[in-house]
């Protein structure tokens, strides 16, 4: 479906012409007077200067020639030369009817459907999930699926770093420890143990421990470089310590995104670059590409037009083993073989911007990638205690994201069992569902480059802008729904009546919205514009329940009608909570 606003701007467009001026100056905005109109025209005060008129004189001239218009029931020019306007309350019902019918309620599924690669989550294998990874996985999981709404085909993959000098440094600690394992014995010949020689617990303490010792003593370093560097030119028995690595990791990993509700198209990662390293580096040398300086093997990517120095983009060092960019760039050829993406997306803090920026020109300059395909990096910030620094535990210790949910959840089922709404066994069920909903809102209502404070008990509470404040509304309409239905009455084939107070037009008018806010959220990839417009809507909503007798109607078609805006209400926020990620309950 067309938007509501491409269609007033139309008709403005006509009405523009028709009284003899250019229909560029028909542009049409909501109104910031919203006690006065609902939209706006300011093109009349535009044109004044190229027509030689007062801006009033256009505005009244378009404003006569509006008289009987299909859309607008009142146009008004008000001075210095506004056009100010209303919809027609039978034009808004029957958009509202056609977006009920419609199965994605008036949005319109792009013309070209792209293929887009999400790279988000990226969390470092071996390395427990902290609250660092939560903004990644929670703001690239909303991206892939409002560009999926958009009718793309897109693909998350979560690019594990799982090729670094972690991995060295986690081969170096084990050999102290367990020298006599096969893997470290270069005679070994036979088949390596199918069981791996540590667990996720192990692990999870293995790595901090050998990444302290590797800062105090400088040949434990050197060691754990060595590792690194065997491992990534295939060293047979630390490759078989890193395949035991993964295993138990990406298992562990695959359950804690589950938990967030977070699904992964693709779990490549940094090691399934390494096979186009060496070709590419060879090309790139070949080609004149890539050069040494200072023993490292960089490209450059300066431009004549900066105005700060970029440092090159390095792809080798002196030893030899790969860097963050070398993986980065692989990936790009991997990705560009397997799927030719017309866009790819990466999520990842934003102190990462001048090593994007670094491949994506090393990246453009060396033909990786064709010249058509989109890269794109969203930068977020950080998420900060309420003292404003890096969120900690009350120890001040990394925060664990199993141990974030849970203390989420548990504020959750204490408020839920103050509201006693919900069956005792149904709670726990419940705390999660509505925790998740505090977790995700929270994150993504802020604008993702910015650092954020996350404050327990304002993202936990029923009321202001909070995920549980957007549930307990849908959480409302479901319960009106399904006592209409409770008395045997249907759901089926109710259409949407005129408003008939200003509340039920407020909540009208926003409902008209939809289609454009999820566009232009996916647009500007912002997804705190769909929260802020689920806000905005849920509020109508509110405003318009608290002065409706709903339920208690007695004027069969009036109640129809409200059931059947119900019906679409709960429809669009539930739609939108999709696209962040969450689902409401039954009852909280
Ligand atoms: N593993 C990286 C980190 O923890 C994030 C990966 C982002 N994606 C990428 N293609 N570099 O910082």
């Known amino acids: 479906m067309k938007k509501i606003m491409d269609l007033i701007t139309e008709e403005l467009a006509e009405a523009f012409q028709a009284a003899g001026y250019d229909k560029a100056y028909a542009k049409v905005t909501l109104s910031n007077r919203p006690d006065l109109c609902e939209y706006q025209c300011n093109g009349a005060m535009a044109g004044a200067k190229a027509y030689r008129k007062a801006p009033i004189a256009i505005a009244e001239d378009v404003a006569k020639r509006l008289a009987d218009s299909r859309c607008l029931e009142e146009v008004n020019a008000v001075n210095p030369g506004f056009i100010n306007m209303k919809l027609r309350k039978e034009y808004v019902a029957d958009y509202l009817n056609q977006m009920s019918a419609d199965e994605s309620m008036g949005l319109a599924a792009a013309a070209k459907p792209r293929t887009i690669i999400v790279d988000y989550g990226g969390p470092n294998v071996a390395k427990p999930l902290h609250v660092g990874h939560l903004r990644s996985a929670i703001i690239g999981e909303g991206i892939k699926r409002l560009a999926r709404k958009m009718g793309h085909k897109v693909l998350g993959d979560i690019h594990l770093g799982d090729w670094g000098y972690q991995m060295g440094l986690i081969i170096t600690e084990l050999r102290e420890r367990k020298p006599d394992l096969p893997y470290f014995d270069d005679a070994f010949s036979g088949d390596y ?93 070949k080609e004149g590409y890539a050069h040494i300086d200072e023993g490292a093997l960089v490209i450059d990517v300066q431009e004549e037009t900066d105005t700060k120095e970029i440092p090159p983009c390095m792809i080798q060092k002196s030893d030899g083993a790969s860097l963050y960019g070398t993986t980065d760039l692989a990936t790009l050829i991997q ?145 009106i729904l399904n006592k209409y239905q409770a008395d045997g009455r249907g759901l089926e084939g109710l259409k949407i009546g005129c408003a008939r107070n200003d509340n039920e037009k407020a909540l009208m008018l926003e409902l008209l919205k939809y289609n454009d806010v999820t566009e232009s959220s996916f647009e500007e990839l912002a997804l705190h514009k769909i929260c802020a417009y689920i806000y905005d809507l849920a509020n109508a909503f509110n405003r318009f329940y608290h002065e409706t007798k709903i339920l208690a109607e007695e004027d069969e078609e009036k109640q129809k009608g409200y059931i059947a805006l119900l019906m679409l209400t709960r429809r669009v926020l539930e739609s939108c909570i999709d696209v962040l990620g969450f689902e409401a309950p039954e009852r909280m």
Do not use: C
């Not at 293995?206 to 105090?216: F, L, N, V």
């Not at 491992?231 to 298992?251: D, E, F, P, R």
């Not at 505090?438 to 909070?466: C, H, M, P």
């Open 193 to 285: 143990p199918a069981d791996a020689p540590f667990t996720i617990a192990e692990l999870e303490e293995i790595y901090p421990t050998a990444s302290g010792k590797a800062k105090e003593d400088e040949e434990y370093r050197k060691k754990a470089l060595q590792a690194t560097y065997l491992l990534q030119n295939g060293h047979k028995g630390y490759m078989a310590v890193w395949k035991h690595i993964m295993n138990i990791s990406v298992a562990d990993l695959k359950k804690n995104y589950e938990n967030l509700n977070v699904h992964f198209d693709l779990w490549k990662g940094e090691a399934d670059a390494q096979a186009y390293i060496p070709d590419m580096i060879e090309r790139l040398k």
């Open 335 to 479: 990705r560009e073989q397997d799927y030719q993406p017309d866009q790819i997306i990466y999520i990842a803090d934003k102190r990462q911007e001048l090593h994007f920026l670094q491949v994506f020109r090393a990246a453009r300059k060396t033909g990786i990638v064709p010249e058509g395909t989109e890269l794109e990096f969203l930068g977020f910030g950080t998420m900060n205690g309420k003292d404003g620094k890096p969120f900690k535990t009350r120890e001040g210790g990394v925060m664990r994201l199993e141990n974030l949910i849970s203390e989420i959840e548990e504020e959750m089922q204490k408020k839920i069992s103050e509201n006693r709404t919900v069956a005792e066994d149904e709670a726990a069920n419940t705390a999660r569902i509505v925790g998740m909903s505090a977790i995700k809102y929270g994150d993504l209502s802020n604008q993702a480059s910015k650092d954020y404070v996350f404050d327990v008990d304002r993202f936990t509470s029923f009321e202001g802008n909070t995920g549980p404040y957007i549930l307990y509304t849908i959480v409302r309409i479901k319960s």
